[in-house]
């Protein structure tokens, strides 16, 4: 079911969805990938504020390639997401919402997602290029020193997605392979 969503997430928006809906976010969302995340959960760790607010947003495990010219990003293809495993559920107990990445996460995080009330979504790897035309405007708001791996904060309209996680704890990797078995 196709479903469209504003970011930040609010708790009832998030309640609707289900593992396998097709949602379109507009809204503000931030990037951040491995070096960002580690340094936001040292911070954490000492009680620091972060370079963002985590409650109800969503964090694009992403790090662009340059922009051409006339071009607000570059490609915005996801990063594999269990890379963040170990920092994901204390983002979560401060307050994030949502996740958007690739691939597989672990047996913690998705009991960090039922718990919290969140989800996780995953952008279709390789289309990166499709996936820049839905960001409306970009900027580095943190850990510049970082290059591509900075925090940026993105306007996207319509960003499409997928529920792979939602909040009951429903994996929809889970569930095709399960479909698959007995289709056989």
């Known amino acids: 079911m196709d479903k469209y969503v504003k970011a930040p997430l609010c708790d009832e928006a998030v309640k609707g969805l289900r593992a396998g809906d097709y949602v379109y976010?507009?809204?503000?969302?931030?990037?951040?990938?491995?070096?960002?995340h580690k340094r936001m959960d040292e911070s954490l760790k000492k009680g620091e504020d972060l370079p963002i607010s985590l409650h109800g947003n969503i964090i694009y495990y992403m790090g662009p390639s340059p922009a051409r010219e006339g071009r607000i990003i570059g490609s915005a293809g996801p990063t594999t997401a269990s890379r963040m495993d170990k920092y994901t559920a204390g983002f979560l107990d401060n307050g994030l919402k949502g996740m958007i990445g690739k691939g597989r996460r672990s047996r913690e995080v998705v009991e960090s997602i039922k718990k919290n009330n969140?989800?996780?979504f995953a952008a279709v790897?390789?289309?990166g290029a499709l996936l820049s035309r839905s960001i409306i405007s970009s900027k580095i708001i943190a850990y510049d020193d970082l290059g591509t791996e900075a925090v940026r904060e993105l306007q996207v309209v319509n960003f499409p997605v997928i529920v792979v996680i939602d909040p009951e704890g429903n994996d929809l990797y889970e569930i095709a392979v399960k479909n698959f078995k007995e289709n056989i």
């Open 118 to 120: 969140a989800v996780y």
């Open 25 to 36: 976010i507009t809204g503000t969302i931030y990037t951040a990938r491995d070096a960002a």
């Open 125 to 127: 790897g390789g289309a």
